[in-house]
Nanobody, 125 residues
Framework: QVQLVESGGGLVQAGGSLRLSCAASGRTFSTFSAYAMAWFRQAPGKEREFVASIKWSGSMAYYANSVKGRFTISRDNAKNTVYLQMNSLNPEDRAVYYC?????????WGGGEYWGQGTQVTVSS
């Protein structure tokens, strides 16, 4: 069984920062470095949307236009963990944030083979 567990969400004032973490575990997840990782988010009443993704090696990343320049995705393959550093948060960033793992990256992303349960981010104005 594979588990992705997000943490680091919470309440922050507009202009503030949060760092989300997603730790992967499970017997079949011994090759974390073989998976591209991504963050998605879902705001109330809206569909889930892509936020950022990172290649297996960490050498390449993609961002949604809405977060480019404010969010940074990174990974530590030794810790089986992916991070999302979020700066200059605004109320529009309020959502449940999910991490996902997939063998494909970029145009080859397969929709997410594994998903976490999500962590809530709330930004007050």
């Amino acid at each position: 069984q594979v588990q992705l567990v997000e943490s680091g969400g919470g309440l922050v004032q507009a202009g503030g920062s949060l760092r989300l973490s997603c730790a992967a575990s499970g017997r079949t997840f011994s090759t974390f470095s073989a998976y591209a990782m991504a963050w998605f988010r879902q705001a109330p009443g809206k569909e889930r949307e892509f936020v950022a993704s990172i290649k297996w090696s960490g050498s390449m990343a993609y961002y949604a236009n809405s977060v480019k320049g404010r969010f940074t995705i990174s990974r530590d393959n030794a810790k089986n963990t992916v991070y999302l550093q979020m700066n200059s948060l605004n109320p529009e960033d309020r959502a449940v944030y999910y991490c996902a793992a997939d063998k494909g990256f970029g145009a080859d992303w397969g929709g997410g083979e594994y998903w976490g349960q999500g962590t809530q981010v709330t930004v007050s104005s």
